[in-house]
T-cell receptor, first 115, second 118 residues
C-alpha cells in the first residue's frame, strides 16, 4: 500500500527560528494536506494543496505540492511557543472537488519551541 | 468547517469488555471515517462509515472487532469489542463533505476518544 515518509521525526528549536519539514511518497497523490495536532485534541487542518507545483501560505506557514505529486513540504517562519505540537502530512487520491477518499498520514513531526 | 463531537472523550476499560464511541456532527455530511492513533503513532484509517449500509473496512480491521453504525448523515458509532491492552489508543472520527469545504477534499476531525484498556 501507499506509504508516506515524513521527516524529521522531531525538532527542537529556539523561538524565532524557521522550521521546515517534508513528506515523500512511493506513489502519486492528488491532494496533500497538512495538519497540526495538540495534546488532547484531534488534528486541525493547516493547509490544503490540490495542484502539482502549488505553493500556498497561511500566515507564517507555507506549503508546496511537489511537481512529481509524490512530495510536499511545510515551512513555518519565525516560530513562536504556540507552534508546539505534532505536524502531520496526509495524502489523498481524490482529485480536488470531485471525489472523497482515504487519507494516508505521515508519521508526524514533533515540534518543540524553546522561548 | 463542521463541529464534530465525540463521546466519551476518554475512558478506562477492563479487558474483555466493549466500548461504543459516538460521533455527532452539526450538519449533514456525505462521508464519515474512523481512525485509530496508537500511542506516539500516526493515524490509521479503520473504516469508512456508510449511511444505511455496512461500513467499508481497511486491511487489518474487521467488523467483528470494530462494528460501526451510521443511521443517518450526522451520526456514527464505533464499538471496540472484546478489548485488550493492545486496543489502548486514540480513536478519531472525521468527516468530509464538498459543501462544507467549498468543493475541496478536506477531512475535519473530532477531538478523539482516549481509550486505556487494563
Amino acid at each position: 500500500g501507499q506509504q508516506l515518509n515524513q521527516s524529521p521525526q522531531s525538532m527542537f528549536i529556539q523561538e524565532g527560528e524557521d522550521v521546515s519539514m517534508n513528506c515523500t511518497s512511493s506513489s502519486i497523490f492528488n491532494t496533500w494536506l497538512w495538519y497540526k495536532q495538540e495534546p488532547g485534541e484531534g488534528p486541525v487542518l493547516l493547509i490544503a494543496l490540490y495542484k502539482a507545483g502549488e505553493l500556498t501560505s497561511n500566515g507564517r506557514l507555507t506549503a508546496q505540492f511537489g511537481i512529481t505529486r509524490k512530495d510536499s513540504f511545510l515551512n513555518i517562519s519565525a516560530s513562536i511557543p504556540s507552534d508546539v505540537g505534532i505536524y502531520f502530512c496526509a495524502g489523498q487520491l481524490g482529485a480536488g472537488g470531485t471525489s472523497y477518499g482515504k487519507l494516508t498520514f505521515g508519521q508526524g513531526t514533533i515540534l518543540t519551541v524553546h522561548p | 468547517s463542521a463541529v464534530i463531537s465525540q463521546k466519551p472523550s476518554r475512558d478506562i476499560c477492563q479487558r474483555g469488555t466493549s466500548l461504543t464511541i459516538q460521533c455527532q456532527v452539526d450538519s449533514q455530511v456525505t462521508m464519515m471515517f474512523w481512525y485509530r492513533q496508537q500511542p506516539g503513532q500516526s493515524l490509521t484509517l479503520i473504516a469508512t462509515a456508510n449511511q444505511g449500509s455496512e461500513a467499508t473496512y481497511e486491511s487489518g480491521f474487521v467488523i467483528d472487532k470494530f462494528p460501526i453504525s451510521r443511521p443517518n448523515l450526522t451520526f456514527s458509532t464505533l464499538t471496540v469489542s472484546n478489548m485488550s491492552p493492545e486496543d489502548s489508543s486514540i480513536y478519531l472520527c472525521s468527516v468530509e463533505d464538498l459543501a462544507l469545504s467549498g468543493a475541496k477534499n478536506i477531512q475535519y476531525f473530532g477531538a478523539g476518544t482516549r481509550l486505556s484498556v487494563l
